[in-house]
């Protein structure tokens, strides 16, 4: 088969078909990662408002096709047809871009997340590095938007989301550092296999060698800074209906706001999936005996996704001001201290990471 | 020309024209844009050089951090373009001679036979994040160290200059969360107890209501 592809290619385009020839395979790649990821987050709106209903003692949507099923698909339609409306005085070129620069980002950051060992688009040195640098960008897209929409409480929203994201990157990058000490690379395929072994991964236990245990504060200040840096209830002043109607999407309509939703939507699977992966062990099996799988990462996204859902329903929305307290004055001291505690475990003879 | 050499050019257009267009963008808020544009195109051609540390910590710090903070100061500038732009032939001379004077400079620079030498070599095995870790905190520990404590004076020189005395100097709005999630229901309610007082005298049933009125307002505002 990949022989006469790379016959024919060469018949046709010559000496340049390899460099083609990467490119369309990249893409081919590209997309089958992409359309299960855009199907994934249609089906994750499904589930949060059935979550949500339950917790609350509703129904959820049940009226679309059997169970509920296709509503994710009729609000995408319904979007889709939904005019683009441009406020007046807006700085329109900015206005369409803002919401292509929060989905970029949050789609270029899957081509370093593996899924199995061998299961990865561009597997990196510094994979975890790049997912920093680049989720670091996303918040240009909700910063843009608000400006760009000339509104007081889109900029405000705006204003907020900047704060926010920018303090609550600190905590998460301080948090990451403790698990490259221990894991020694920067490799996300690297920190998997090494929470692999251990003490308990000997005697059948494997799930009490994963990261979460011994790192346990991280892996809460980590996964409490990913739902702040998403902007997701409780930290969701961004856009608190209740002060700023909806924040930097209130001018958004149509396919553009749909694109916000997106960009949200995978930025809370990515940081699921980042969290199974630097805590929970990635797609290794939870007990000796059971074979390595790319479900088992799925399975654990899918409990850390619960999380989210769990918290919008059941905490109320932080003060601005209590966010930038935990912010700065509990997560980052937390994490500095923690820092200093793991590196002098690693220095002592009880090291347990060798 | 081979496909490395077409990112390259690909890129290089990018940031040539990006950064023009910082410096004629009529919009200061577009020319932070642009600035970002060219930021994240020079870290793709570092990428191409194989520094891929440099490159990521270039979008992480320079992107994710210092330019958010310098769009959110241009954004919130109102800024009257006539009145920048006045002057612009007065000071072209002067401006045009500082140009002229950094262009000669960097000639002599890349026509010195060091960078004619130094063509890309590949690093060997290790990954050049591993080897840049291993020299930071071995022979440049020091000079490392005393840049960071360059920076933590910088801190402290920011907070200095906006410090106004904190939660005690007067005018402070600063509350205390721990205080607030402590408070019990005696520190914000006072119920008074009063005896019952009826006026004797052939008092207007108005005015009994009134002070009835006044005395559950009290408990309730107290």
Redesign the interface.
């Known amino acids: 088969m990949e022989e006469t592809i790379a016959q024919f290619g060469t018949q046709w385009f010559g000496a340049a078909w390899p460099?083609l020839w990467?490119v369309i395979w990249t893409l081919v790649k590209i997309v089958a990662i992409v359309a299960p990821l855009l199907l994934a987050v249609a089906y994750l709106t499904y589930f949060e408002r059935k979550v949500i209903g339950f917790m609350q003692v509703r129904m959820g949507p049940n009226r679309v096709g059997p169970l509920g099923l296709l509503q994710p698909i009729a609000d995408g339609l319904k979007l889709l047809f939904k005019e683009i409306i441009f406020p007046s005085w807006a700085?329109k070129k900015?206005f369409v871009i803002a919401p292509m620069l929060a989905f970029a980002p949050a789609l270029a950051v899957w081509a370093v997340v593996p899924f199995n060992d061998a299961l990865v688009l561009a597997n990196?040195?510094?994979s975890l590095?790049?997912i920093?640098?680049?989720s670091?960008?996303s918040?240009?897209g909700v910063?843009?938007a608000g400006?760009s929409s000339n509104s007081k409480y889109a900029?405000l929203g705006?204003?907020r989301a900047?704060a926010q994201?920018?303090s609550y990157?600190i905590a998460m990058g301080f948090a990451l550092i403790v698990v490259l000490m221990i894991s020694g690379s920067?490799n996300l395929t690297d920190i998997v296999h090494a929470q692999q072994k251990g003490w308990f991964a000997d005697r059948g236990l494997a799930f009490l060698s994963w990261n979460w245990l011994p790192l346990l504060p991280l892996f809460v200040v980590y996964f409490v800074s990913g739902v702040a840096e998403t902007n997701r209830a409780p930290f969701d002043v961004a856009e608190g209906e209740s002060e700023i109607v909806a924040g930097f999407h209130v001018d958004y309509s149509g396919m553009a706001f749909a694109v916000f939703f997106l960009a949200e939507y995978t930025e809370m699977i990515l940081v699921a999936v980042l969290t199974s992966l630097l805590f929970l062990g990635g797609w290794s099996a939870p007990f000796g005996g059971l074979p390595d799988s790319a479900w088992w990462l799925v399975g654990k996204t899918c409990f850390m996704l619960f999380f989210f859902l769990w918290f919008r329903a059941t905490f109320p929305r932080y003060r601005y001001?209590?966010i930038m307290?935990l912010g700065w004055k509990v997560f980052i001291p937390l994490t500095v201290v923690w820092i200093f505690v793991v590196g002098i475990w690693m220095l002592s003879p009880w090291n347990i990471w060798k | 020309m081979d496909f490395e050499a077409f990112i390259f050019f690909f890129l290089a257009t990018i940031l040539v024209v990006a950064s023009l267009r910082v410096i004629t963008a009529r919009n200061p808020v577009h020319a932070v844009l642009y600035l970002i544009l060219a930021f994240f195109t020079a870290a793709g051609v570092w990428l191409l050089l194989e520094a891929e540390f440099l490159a990521l910590v270039l979008v992480m710090v320079y992107i994710g951090a210092v330019m958010v903070l310098f769009l959110f100061v241009v954004m919130m500038l109102d800024l009257d373009l006539d009145q920048v732009r006045q002057g612009f032939w007065r000071y072209m001379p002067l401006g045009a001679l500082i140009g002229f004077i950094i262009v000669l400079e960097m000639g002599a620079i890349f026509t010195h036979r060091i960078f004619q030498e130094s063509a890309v070599v590949p690093m060997p095995g290790e990954s050049n994040t591993r080897m840049l870790g291993a020299i930071l905190s071995t022979d440049f520990a020091y000079p490392f160290e005393l840049a960071a404590v360059l920076l933590l004076v910088a801190i402290v020189a920011a907070v200095a200059l906006t410090y106004r005395g904190g939660r005690t100097h007067s005018g402070s709005r600063a509350i205390n969360p721990a205080e607030q999630v402590r408070v019990q229901a005696a520190d914000r309610l006072r119920i008074v107890k009063m005896p019952v007082t009826r006026e004797e005298s052939e008092g207007v049933e108005g005015e009994e209501a009134g002070t009835e009125g006044e005395q559950t307002g009290e408990t309730k505002a107290c």
């Open positions: 460099s990467l700085d900015v990196i040195d510094a590095l790049y920093l640098a680049i670091s960008m918040v240009y910063v843009l400006w900029f705006a204003m900047a994201i920018v990157e920067l001001d209590h307290r």
